[in-house]
């Protein structure tokens, strides 16, 4: 092992490096919220049907399931730093095509391109986090990038009824240009994380990573728990898909799919729709009722932040999907009180309050964290792409499906069905998910080995 040379750690190089990385959750959040705002005034200067305003819509998920496929290969290979800047380019490129262009074909590439860098920064950004933070602090690191995007949707939407006046969707999406130039500039003078550069045999810049952001004793232990791993454990697709990995694979994938199953994004993205269901009719107070529900999304991340760490990442996962659970069932049942009008849509929107705010609390943060720690170091890149690329094609077959399924089993139904989803969520994290506060990513993959040995 090499001889660890004390130095003075650096706090504010690890907030530094927390912080800008995070800022990709923003761009995330945004390119998810600004749609619903920008396309009531797209179609006066871009005219379009509704088959190509589906696919201007879901081109971000149809381009975010190529980023995060293919992003686990390219952030193994050039470096996860390398690929949160590669995702910068793209937003560049993507906003200014949008800002520029009045042509449908040049605006659903443009859409097709920011998906690409929301994928990459899906799985990039998580991964960059949890690697270059000390094990005590890994979990809120991993909820400022869920804490960033869920401001990032509200920060959308607000812009959206800032220059909902003037109608220019155009000034919608170029606010999104300020954040992307701070990550950008901001991660020219980052490092890369320690564990990738000891895979790539570079322990000198490796150790010096460590030694600015750990203790000494801390360094040391990670240090040679990294090359440990790292000859354990080969780099490429076979090795992923290893009979002792099996297990933390799998889990990592159902946990991916199940986060998309509760339902989340769609109603997000549905909000102002699904909120006048409910019996609020008017387009100011659903829009109002959508604006709020954001501001319960993030601030329920916000505490989250605070108890990550505290309980466990294992604890609010349970929690998170048991409230998220019986948030729906409350929501499947109301209409079948033969309540006032009024009354069914005040209780409904506390419902709906209700399932957003222990998604953010449970789900919104842990999902990010488990599916980064779960895996080995070498293995990780490519298992976390997988898993986040499960995640996406989940994201956009329930996308593409919910206004089918919701006149099928009407809204009632339909929130019926996401309480069995989320219930299933529940019981894969109670029996499967091992807690992994204060852990090292080498000692968590101990649980499944012992797991394993007991059947």
Same mark, same amino acid.
């Given at each position: 092992m090499p001889k660890i040379v004390a130095t003075k750690t650096n706090n504010f190089l690890v907030f530094a490096m927390i912080f800008c990385a995070g800022l990709g959750g923003i761009l995330y959040g945004y390119d998810i919220g600004v749609i619903s705002g920008a396309l009531l005034f797209v179609q006066k200067v871009i005219p379009m049907t509704e088959s190509q305003i589906g696919f201007m819509v879901g081109a971000v998920l149809g381009g975010g399931i190529v980023g995060t496929l293919v992003t686990g290969y390219f952030a193994d290979r050039f470096g996860r730093r390398t690929m949160i800047l590669a995702s910068c380019v793209l937003f560049f490129i993507g906003i200014i095509s949008i800002l520029l262009t009045s042509s449908f074909v040049v605006l659903l590439i443009s859409r097709l391109v920011l998906g690409l860098a929301v !994928?990459?920064?899906? =799985?990039?950004?998580?991964?960059?986090? *949890?690697?270059?933070?000390?094990?005590?602090? /890994? $979990?809120? %690191?991993?909820?400022?990038?869920?804490?960033?995007?869920?401001?990032?949707?509200?920060?959308?939407y607000f812009v959206d009824l800032l220059f909902t006046p003037s109608g220019n969707w155009r000034g919608m999406f170029a606010v999104i240009l300020?954040?992307?130039?701070?990550?950008?500039?901001?991660?020219?003078?980052?490092?890369?994380?320690? /564990? #990738?550069?000891?895979?790539? /045999?570079?322990? =000198?810049?490796?150790?010096?990573?460590?030694?600015? *952001?750990?203790?000494?004793?801390?360094?040391?232990?990670?240090?040679?728990?990294?090359?440990?791993?790292?000859?354990? &454990?080969?780099?490429? #697709?076979? +090795?992923?898909?290893? /009979?002792?990995? #099996?297990?933390?694979?799998?889990?990592?994938?159902?946990?991916?799919?199940?986060?998309?199953? *509760?339902?989340?994004?769609?109603?997000?993205?549905?909000?102002?729709?699904?909120?006048?269901? *409910? !019996?609020?009719?008017?387009?100011?107070?659903?829009?109002?009722? &959508?604006? $709020?529900?954001? @501001? =319960?999304?993030?601030? !329920?991340?916000i505490l989250a932040f605070f108890l990550i760490d505290r309980f466990g990442r294992r604890f609010l996962l349970l929690i998170g999907t048991a409230g998220v659970t019986l948030a729906y069932i409350y929501l499947g049942l109301l209409p079948h009180l033969g309540?006032?009008?009024?009354?069914?849509?005040?209780?409904?929107?506390?419902?709906?309050?209700?399932?957003? +705010?222990?998604?953010?609390? $449970?789900?919104?943060?842990?999902? #990010? @964290?488990?599916? %980064?720690?779960?895996?080995? &170091?070498?293995?990780?890149?490519? !298992? =976390?792409?997988?898993?986040?690329?499960?995640?996406?094609v989940a994201g956009f077959l329930l996308s593409s499906a919910f206004l089918t399924i919701e006149n099928l089993l009407s809204v009632a139904g339909t929130y019926l069905l996401f309480a069995g989803f989320t219930l299933v969520y529940f019981l894969v994290a109670f029996f499967m998910l091992p807690e992994t506060k204060g852990k090292t990513l080498e000692e968590i993959q101990q649980f499944y080995q012992k797991k394993k040995s007991a059947k």
């Open positions: !994928g990459i920064v899906a =799985v990039a950004v998580p991964l960059y986090l *949890t690697e270059v933070a000390p094990a005590k602090i /890994r $979990g809120r %690191s991993i909820t400022i990038f869920q804490l960033l995007l869920t401001f990032g949707i509200v920060l959308a300020i954040p992307t130039s701070i990550l950008f500039f901001s991660m020219c003078f980052l490092p890369e994380t320690p /564990r #990738w550069l000891l895979s790539k /045999r570079r322990k =000198v810049l490796a150790e010096k990573v460590l030694l600015q *952001t750990r203790s000494v004793k801390e360094a040391q232990k990670e240090l040679k728990q990294i090359q440990d791993s790292l000859k354990k &454990t080969e780099s490429n #697709w076979q +090795a992923l898909f290893a /009979r002792n990995l #099996w297990l933390p694979l799998s889990v990592s994938l159902v946990i991916a799919a199940c986060n998309q199953l *509760t339902g989340i994004n769609v109603l997000l993205q549905y909000a102002p729709i699904m909120i006048q269901k *409910t !019996g609020l009719h008017s387009d100011l107070a659903s829009m109002f009722g &959508t604006v $709020g529900i954001g @501001l =319960v999304n993030f601030l !329920g991340t309540l006032a009008e009024q009354l069914q849509a005040e209780l409904s929107l506390i419902g709906f309050a209700t399932f957003i +705010a222990f998604f953010a609390i $449970g789900p919104g943060v842990v999902v #990010w @964290l488990a599916i %980064s720690e779960l895996l080995p &170091t070498k293995v990780r890149g490519k !298992g =976390v792409a997988l898993a986040l690329f499960i995640n996406s």
